[in-house]
């Protein structure tokens, strides 16, 4: 159905509906009652409609064309990316992988291959790149890699804008990132600024999936990482003292916006633990040390994970 017909059409019949039950004193209260439930049910179709059509496009392209929808939906158990197309993808664009040892690197890419094969893959754009699936899920890798569960399966969808997307709730907010429901949502170009500028202590990917990490274990409870969720409370403790520390002057390891509350606090923790880890063990080394054995990794020693799983 044409995009603007099918939306249009309803409100213009919404609006008279509305217009009709005013005008009569709500009289005639069965028959708009039931006109408006009809537009109501015609709206959930059109919207489940939406969120089934998928692009013409067979795999990521990077092509120029414009889909037939204004996001491009990629089930990733259907993407079939060779281990040789991610090998060079990640060796050009993900510094953490080049690091790994020759035996981390095949568990690493088994660990994406599975990742991507559980995720749906929705780009807001008119073109989408392979990179996106790839490298967004190798950053939850990266994160998880100590861990034995590392899917996040409570998130099936991933959400990719080429920049900043609009949250509307309560008032207007833009967003870098953030994770809602079941979806994980990214800004292309502050995701590939965060992993080009690896020591900065600045990564939206590492950011969300921190959220998406502590959702999935401590208010879904599912396929929750027995390490992770009983190292979390020595987190609290010691991560606890950091904040408050932070929280005086002179002291600006953290943003000010991690100091808006704990869960920002964890989110930035792990940007930092990956991107700054000599600045937090000289800093504020028993948070390091925490979170070293709750992530099962040591960037500072550049050891990605202490045992093999």
């Given at each position: ?253 953290y943003s000010d916006y991690a100091l808006k509350n704990f869960q920002e606090f964890w989110a930035e923790s792990a940007e930092i633990f990956f991107e700054k880890p000599a600045a937090m063990k000289a800093a504020y080394p028993e948070l390091y040390d925490t979170i070293k054995l709750l992530l099962n990794q040591d960037p ?10």
């Amino acid at each position: 159905m044409n995009d603007r017909l099918k939306y249009t059409v309803p409100l213009i019949l919404f609006a008279i509906t509305v217009g009709f039950a005013f005008n009569n004193d709500f009289r005639d209260g069965s028959f708009t009652l039931l006109l408006m439930v009809g537009y109501i049910m015609f709206f959930i179709v059109v919207k489940r409609e939406d969120q089934s059509e998928e692009p013409d496009n067979s795999g990521i392209a990077t092509a120029s064309g414009i889909p037939r929808t204004p996001y491009q939906l990629y089930h990733g158990d259907e993407l079939n990316f060779s281990d040789e197309e991610l090998k060079a993808i990640l060796t050009k664009r993900f510094p953490y992988y080049n690091q790994l040892s020759a035996i981390q690197k095949e568990r690493f890419l088994e660990r994406l291959q599975d990742f991507i094969a559980n995720k749906v893959f929705k780009i807001h754009d008119k073109t989408g790149f392979k990179e996106m699936p790839v490298l967004i899920s190798a950053a939850a890798i990266q994160l998880t890699f100590g861990l034995k569960k590392y899917l996040l399966p409570n998130f099936e969808f991933i959400h990719v804008y080429p920049e900043e997307f609009v949250r509307i709730h309560d008032t207007i907010c833009f967003l870098e990132g953030n994770v809602s429901g079941h979806a994980i949502n990214l800004s292309w170009k502050h995701f590939l600024e965060g992993y080009a500028t690896p020591d900065d202590g600045q990564n939206v990917g590492l950011h969300e999936l921190a959220h998406a990490l502590y959702y999935q274990t401590f208010i879904v409870e599912e396929n929750i990482d027995n390490n992770f969720r009983n190292g979390f409370d020595d987190f609290n403790i010691n991560g606890n003292k950091v904040f408050a520390q932070e929280s005086k002057p002179g002291n600006d390891l953290y943003s000010d916006y991690a100091l808006k509350n704990f869960q920002e606090f964890w989110a930035e923790s792990a940007e930092i633990f990956f991107e700054k880890p000599a600045a937090m063990k000289a800093a504020y080394p028993e948070l390091y040390d925490t979170i070293k054995l709750l992530l099962n990794q040591d960037p500072y020693n550049k050891i990605a994970t202490e045992t093999t799983l």
